[in-house]
């Protein structure tokens, strides 16, 4: 079979962020650090495949973080609307990964069942662990599951040639990696198993964190999973959009050929 093209795609950003909001034991902590928030789409001739959502207007507004494009709106350049979209990889249920389920009507979910399982659960009785998540994404969530349109996964899957899950945990319970094969290696979106490419080079944790043994364990997974280092792509590291080329629009980057200048951080 061929390979998969992968775009990644930016829907809105925080600026107004330190060091200390984005690695655990850092010694310039008060230094500015921007944020980048992505999904990413999956597409091999008429398949397409897009690995999380976003969130949309209202979540913006009752968070106090604003959007610059609406997820769905987000796609066009790509020739795609909400609608076109049957297959999904939600890598966890957070607000920024999950905010967005419901603008994609027609798309059948693929979940860890620990996802599901954490987000349900005793612990989010404490309102640190619940802090990421909403109950409105989780409930769209379990209404796919009662329509038959939600898969649950347990640890590491084969989805569809040349698309492999695999649970990371870590940052939250049942987070999960997406593994692709492009025509320069296997490309691994790391999603929020490592927020930016420093996470995963110094070892530094996210703060946001469930087990950070699972976390640190994740750094070593990812970089089993991928062909290269460079080919691991973080979920949220404003570096991706200096590293691989424009793919269409601003907002859009092309990542399956590969990046085109060598990461420096």
Known sequence: MSDWEVHAIKYADRNARTRADSFIFDDNHDAPHAMDY???????????????????????????????????EALAPLGLKPEDITQLIVT??????AGGLHLFPNAHIHLQAAEMAFATGPCMCHDTLRMPYTAT??????QRLYSGNLTFHDGDTELTDGV???????HSRGLQAVRVRTSVGWMVLASDA??????????????????????????????????????IIPGHDPLV???????????????????????SV
């Not at 976003?54 to 494009?69: F, K």
């Not at 994404?137 to 379990?142: M, Q, S, T, W």
């Open 194 to 231: 490592a927020h930016f490419y420093e996470n995963l080079t110094a070892r530094k944790p996210f703060p946001i964190v469930v087990d950070l043994q699972d976390m640190l364990d994740g750094f070593i997974t990812l970089e089993r999973l991928a062909s290269r280092p460079e080919l």
């Open 38 to 72: 992505f999904m990413w789409l999956l597409r091999r001739g008429p398949e397409v495949i897009l690995v999380d959502t976003g969130y949309d207007a209202a979540e913006a507004q009752n968070r106090d973080r604003p959007i610059r494009l609406d997820p769905g």
């Open 241 to 263: 959009r200096d590293l691989f080329p424009e793919d269409r629009a601003d907002h859009i980057r092309r990542l399956d050929r590969g990046p085109i200048k060598d990461l």
């Open 92 to 97: 966890h249920l957070h607000y920024d990964h």
């Open 164 to 170: 492999t899950l695999h649970r990371i945990g870590g």
């Open 137 to 142: 994404h989780i409930c769209e969530a379990i």
